[in-house]
């Protein structure tokens, strides 16, 4: 458990039941929807220093308005029913608060003023709008189709991966330029070739499998020298850290392994020349698809085993089992493992362990930043 972790179980724990009917998850919703209303009305309010672009130029302002208002309205609803139910009234009490200060601090019926520079700024937007979208779709997943019924949405380290998917947000215009620039740079000279614009003439469906294919190719090899250089290792090692499985997981990647994996990622994407739609459609596809091979989900997806990433594929790479280390290296199809010989998948099982042997990461954000580089390492 994380230090964050204990402050969140200090401020919310109340020794009250917390299965439905007993206005936890109403409390839990409506803090979670008033924090991300407030982070909206901050967005609105500071666009120059908390928006981006991308998201700027593509959300329709009626939706922004629409999907903030509903935040609102929800989230005092819940802490109201929050409220009613519990006698500790902390949860209901704070996301009704956090409500009523977006209202007033404009809420719906603010005049969306435009960016007016495009300097470097913090990716507030993008994330309240991805984490909105992936609470929305895994959090009752995960209740409804759990692997594991017992283990809580705020398992152990929920706060430390939280927080990774927060500052992984924030700073993707950072990212993103560092992700680019060196394919970007690379590649220039094939700017005009013939074949490029043959490969960006394809029909858009074998595109996409190419960039798929292309995509992953590059991020087995990538991520098996992550798994088998010392140096690199420590740094893979954070994501490894994880003891339970689920949708939060995911995100907690270290900062140098998200830069060096997804700036090999890209580099087969740029050198062939896609067309940017078969790039764009493999990115939202990424998006959920990494998420759910972490979820705690338990899917019978035994048809598409043979040809895709599933959760349990990789489930085993996290397992803690001895035969499942430095296996399942591909991220979306599975067969790249098979063919070079790293796959692991023991029919219909699912591993009872997750982590690294003696578990020698620490568990908060910023110790796990600095771990790979710290010389009191355990190696
Ligand atoms: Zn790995
Ligand atoms: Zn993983």
């Known amino acids: 458990m994380s230090d964050l ?13 917390t299965d439905v009917g007993s206005g936890w998850w109403s409390g839990a919703a409506s803090v979670f929807l008033g924090s991300l ?16 672009r991308e ?58 003023a435009l960016a007016r520079h495009d300097s470097p700024s913090l990716g507030l937007d993008w994330f309240v709008l991805n984490v909105l979208l992936l609470a929305a779709l895994f959090v ?5 189709w759990p692997l594991r019924p017992a283990q809580s949405t705020f398992r152990p380290a929920w706060t430390t991966d939280t927080l990774y998917f927060l500052t992984s947000h924030l700073l993707v215009q950072v990212t993103t330029f560092l992700i680019l620039a060196p394919a970007q740079a690379a590649f220039a000279a094939f700017e005009g070739q013939a074949w490029r614009a043959a490969v960006a003439g394809l029909p858009f469906v074998v595109q996409f499998l190419l960039v798929l294919f292309s995509a992953d190719l590059a991020e087995y090899f990538i991520h098996r020298a992550f798994h088998t250089v010392p140096a690199l290792w420590r740094f893979h ?63 019978d997806l035994r048809r598409a085993e043979p040809w895709i990433v599933t959760p349990r594929f990789h489930h085993w790479h996290h397992a803690k089992d ?32 997750y982590g690294i042997e003696g578990d020698p ?15 009191d390492r355990r190696d």
């Open 5 to 17: 972790d204990r402050a969140f179980q200090r401020v919310f724990d109340d020794n009250e039941p």
């Open 55 to 112: 998201v700027r130029e593509r959300l329709p302002l009626d939706w922004a308005r629409a999907i903030l208002q509903s935040a609102i309205v929800l989230s005092f609803i819940l802490g109201l029913i929050s409220s009613a139910l519990r006698r500790r009234k902390v949860m209901g009490l704070l996301g009704m608060s956090m409500a009523s200060l977006a209202s007033v601090l404009g809420g719906s019926g603010i005049d969306f």
């Open 37 to 52: 209303a407030l982070a909206g009305v901050a967005c609105v309010l500071f666009p120059d220093w908390l928006t981006t």
């Open 361 to 375: 990461v620490p568990a908060d954000l910023i110790p796990q930043t600095l771990w790979p580089i710290s010389r």
């Open 322 to 353: 001895r035969e499942a280390i430095d296996k399942n290296f591909a991220v979306h199809l599975p067969w790249i493992d098979r063919l070079f010989g790293t796959a692991y998948e023991p029919a219909g099982q699912w591993p009872e362990r």
């Open 140 to 144: 009752p997943m995960e209740r409804l």
């Open 237 to 299: 090692a954070i994501h490894h850290s994880s003891i339970d499985m689920d949708w939060l997981a995911g995100s907690r990647l270290h900062i140098v392994d998200v830069i060096v994996t997804r700036a090999i990622v890209v580099l087969p994407l740029f050198a062939l020349g896609f067309d940017q739609r078969a790039v764009a459609a493999y990115l939202v596809f990424v998006s959920f698809h990494a998420v759910f091979i972490h979820a705690n989900v338990r899917f």
